[in-house]
Each structure stands twice: as structure tokens, then as C-alpha cells.
């Protein structure tokens, strides 16, 4: 009898050691199937190649390169060229610090007195010029036409005008041209006589920065008497 329930214990005992076992290796294959399920997902994940990055940053400079030559060429095209083989009849494009505008030198006299007075120098030059606002704010007709002045001399300095001083000339008045609007005015310039004269931007504003560009017009006497 003794026999038999040693032969028992035996028995359960192997057959608890052989469930222990058995449930130790289904959790041990469930969680190797885990895993390897974790890395076929981290496998599977896109990964971001040194090719596809410098690909993204060339896109995104050149991103940055087409909108910087967009707005080089629109500052290209609200900027006036200097214009310095100008001539009678032909049309300037300045542009200053009060706005952008064109002026066309119409005609020009050589006189010697205006009203019986003679000028402070030797003689007068009488410009008709007609002014155009091109520009995007209004600007001011007398503060535009101040940045043109003449000589006979490029090496010396300028003439302004004097127009006001004389009742019979049609002179620029004194008031606001808004974008798109002209005005027609005459310009009187003390000259000294010479045979050649110049009608150019102040070289003055020039070089304090309120021009941007420079224009000159060339004009021998022999045209204007």
C-alpha cells in the first residue's frame, strides 16, 4: 500500500513539474512572438535617409532663393537708371526720397533779360518742362522740379530756378500732383554764356542720398537762340 502512494505522489509530482513547465514555455514563446512583433514594427517604420535630408533642405533654400529673386526684381523695377545721354524733347525718369516722377525737358530759349532785367549772371536759360507723378504717394510740384538744375560747366556747380521772380513766365505752382497726374510749367535758370549747357539732377541731393539716380540732358546754343 505504502508502495502505491509513493508510486501516487511520484505521479503528481512529475505532472506538476511537466504543467509548470509547460506554462513556463508557452509565456516564454508568447512573449518572443512579442517581441519580434515590437521589432517587425520598428522594422517596418519609414526611415529618413541623409539623401531625402539634404534633398529637403536644397528645396527649401531654393525656396528661399526664388522668393529673394522675386523681390530683388521688383526693387530692380521701382529703381530709376541713371540717364545721362538726354536731349531736348526726351523724358527723365527720377526717383528721390519724396517719390518717383518724370520730367520731359520740352524746349528751351537763351535769353538775355526777362521783364527788362538783366540776370545776376550773364544770361537766362527759360525751360519749359512738363512733370509726371509715376509713382505710388503724391508728391509736391515745386519740391519735385528743385531736384533738376542746370549749368554750363559740369565740373561746377548748379543753377536753381528763379521763375518766381518774374510774373510774365508760367511758372510750376506750388501744389500736389497725385500718382498718374502732369503739369506743364517753365523753369528760369542764370547761366553764363557758352555754347553748350546741361540740364542735369542736383548733384547736391546726389550725394546727401535724396536722389537716387542722376539725369542729364546736352543742348548746344546754336539749338536754343
Same mark, same amino acid.
Request: proline share 1%; aromatic share 6%; charged share 30%.
Given at each position: 500500500?505504502?508502495?502505491?502512494?509513493?508510486?501516487?505522489?511520484?505521479?503528481?509530482?512529475?505532472?506538476?513539474?511537466?504543467?509548470?513547465?509547460?506554462?513556463?514555455?508557452?509565456?516564454?514563446?508568447?512573449?518572443?512572438?512579442?517581441?519580434? @512583433? %515590437?521589432?517587425?514594427?520598428? +522594422? !517596418?517604420?519609414? #526611415?529618413?535617409?541623409?539623401? $531625402?535630408?539634404?534633398? /529637403?533642405? =536644397?528645396?527649401?533654400?531654393?525656396?528661399?532663393? @526664388? %522668393?529673394?529673386?522675386?523681390? +530683388? !526684381?521688383?526693387? #530692380?523695377?521701382?529703381?530709376? $537708371?541713371?540717364?545721362? /545721354?538726354? =536731349?531736348?524733347?526726351?523724358?527723365?525718369?527720377?526717383?528721390?526720397?519724396?517719390?518717383?516722377?518724370?520730367?520731359?525737358?520740352?524746349?528751351?530759349?537763351?535769353?538775355?533779360?526777362?521783364?527788362?532785367?538783366?540776370?545776376?549772371?550773364?544770361?537766362?536759360?527759360?525751360?519749359?518742362?512738363?512733370?509726371?507723378?509715376?509713382?505710388?504717394?503724391?508728391?509736391?510740384?515745386?519740391?519735385?522740379?528743385?531736384?533738376?538744375?542746370?549749368?554750363?560747366?559740369?565740373?561746377?556747380?548748379?543753377?536753381?530756378?528763379?521763375?518766381?521772380?518774374?510774373?510774365?513766365?508760367?511758372?510750376?505752382?506750388?501744389?500736389?500732383?497725385?500718382?498718374?497726374?502732369?503739369?506743364?510749367?517753365?523753369?528760369?535758370?542764370?547761366?553764363?554764356?557758352?555754347?553748350?549747357?546741361?540740364?542735369?539732377?542736383?548733384?547736391?541731393?546726389?550725394?546727401?542720398?535724396?536722389?537716387?539716380?542722376?539725369?542729364?540732358?546736352?543742348?548746344?546754343?546754336?539749338?536754343?537762340?
Amino acid at each position: 500500500m505504502k508502495k502505491y502512494i509513493k508510486i501516487s505522489a511520484s505521479m503528481l509530482v512529475s505532472i506538476g513539474i511537466l504543467t509548470a513547465c509547460g506554462g513556463s514555455d508557452k509565456q516564454a514563446s508568447e512573449l518572443s512572438t512579442a517581441n519580434e @512583433s %515590437e521589432e517587425s514594427s520598428v +522594422d !517596418n517604420e519609414p #526611415e529618413i535617409t541623409e539623401q $531625402e535630408n539634404s534633398t /529637403n533642405e =536644397e528645396e527649401n533654400n531654393e525656396d528661399i532663393s @526664388s %522668393e529673394q529673386d522675386k523681390e +530683388d !526684381n521688383q526693387d #530692380e523695377k521701382n529703381s530709376a $537708371e541713371d540717364q545721362m /545721354n538726354l =536731349e531736348i524733347g526726351d523724358t527723365a525718369i527720377i526717383e528721390s526720397t519724396i517719390g518717383m516722377y518724370k520730367v520731359t525737358l520740352n524746349n528751351v530759349q537763351f535769353k538775355e533779360e526777362i521783364e527788362g532785367e538783366s540776370s545776376q549772371l550773364e544770361a537766362y536759360l527759360l525751360v519749359e518742362y512738363t512733370l509726371e507723378n509715376v509713382g505710388e504717394e503724391s508728391i509736391e510740384v515745386w519740391e519735385s522740379m528743385r531736384t533738376v538744375e542746370a549749368t554750363d560747366w559740369l565740373e561746377g556747380s548748379g543753377q536753381s530756378d528763379v521763375s518766381g521772380q518774374f510774373d510774365s513766365l508760367e511758372s510750376f505752382e506750388d501744389n500736389i500732383l497725385d500718382p498718374g497726374e502732369k503739369a506743364k510749367g517753365e523753369v528760369l535758370y542764370n547761366i553764363y554764356d557758352a555754347d553748350e549747357f546741361y540740364v542735369r539732377a542736383h548733384q547736391g541731393l546726389i550725394a546727401s542720398g535724396g536722389l537716387k539716380n542722376d539725369i542729364l540732358f546736352t543742348f548746344q546754343k546754336s539749338e536754343i537762340e
